[in-house]
């Protein structure tokens, strides 16, 4: 049986919605531990009061302000040097889980000399915190810059691939945008550039093609032909381990199975 595989929207490379994941951590811990207090209590049969409850887990609250701080600050710094990464990550850790014990305390004892008699003081709560929580801000702190660091190197390497590619055609180079460009194939001893509005012969490999434009875009779907998924508006398979895609301009591809691995993320 044929599988016939639609694709509404153009290809795009995956990214992270638009919350961050850490609010949603963030959120999901704080709701999650009013929610163990409410249950210690009704297991030791102790008082549970909602305010105080509330209070206390502002613990969790703090991280969302400092996260985006030091996100920013690392996007500023951004060492090159690995062995400077590993002593500002540290650094970094151990400065902000300190700093984010005393803004909580300050807080907590702010807010206890308006509502509680008597109110709590900054040392006590500040100890507790010390001896229970610290460990959580220091490998929170330490953890989140580290993915942060990757996901900026890894936007800084998808950045390298040009917006737009020059092509020699006779004694002339022109500048052709890489969005513009559909599929590229092979008419020995050329590759041809199929875009928008016209076909351009350049004496490039499709090898050399492949490093220039970016890879998670343009595919290499058969051993004679690039494809800019971006332009594909179904799949539908041959029942033989290879497919054939369909252009917006209708245009049919065969991608080969033998590329599968290059262009596997389409089927998904």
Do not use: C
Request: no cysteine; aromatic share 14%.
């Amino acid at each position: 049986m044929e599988q016939l595989i639609h694709i509404s929207e153009k290809f795009k490379i995956p990214k992270i919605g638009k919350i961050p994941l850490y609010l949603i951590i963030v959120i999901f811990i704080f709701l999650l531990a009013v929610l163990q207090d409410y249950i210690y209590s009704s297991i030791q049969q102790t008082g549970f009061y909602l305010s105080e409850s509330l209070l206390y887990n502002t613990f969790w609250v703090f991280f969302i302000p400092l996260t985006i701080f030091i996100n920013q600050l690392i996007k500023i710094i951004n060492p090159k040097n690995k062995l400077v990464k590993l002593p500002l990550n540290l650094g970094v850790g151990i400065t902000f889980s300190f700093l984010h014990l005393v803004l909580f305390t300050s807080l907590f004892v702010f807010v206890s000399h308006l509502v509680f008699t008597p109110p709590h003081y900054f040392s006590n709560i500040f100890n507790a915190a010390f001896s229970n929580q610290f460990y959580i801000a220091l490998l929170w702190y330490v953890i989140f810059p580290a993915i942060y660091i990757s996901k900026l190197k890894q936007t800084n390497l998808n950045n390298i691939y040009p917006e737009e590619i020059k092509l020699k055609v006779g004694s002339k180079i022109i500048i052709v945008p890489t969005s513009s460009i559909q599929i590229i194939s092979t008419d020995k001893p050329y590759s041809v550039i199929h875009t928008n509005d016209q076909k351009i012969l350049d004496n490039k490999s499709l090898k050399e093609f492949e490093t220039k434009l970016d890879p998670t875009i343009f595919l290499r779907v058969h051993r004679s032909i690039i494809i800019n998924a971006s332009y594909i508006k179904e799949i539908k398979s041959r029942s033989n381990g290879d497919y054939d895609a369909k252009l917006e301009n209708g245009q049919i591809i065969r991608l080969s199975r033998h590329y599968r691995s290059n262009w596997q993320q389409l089927l998904q």
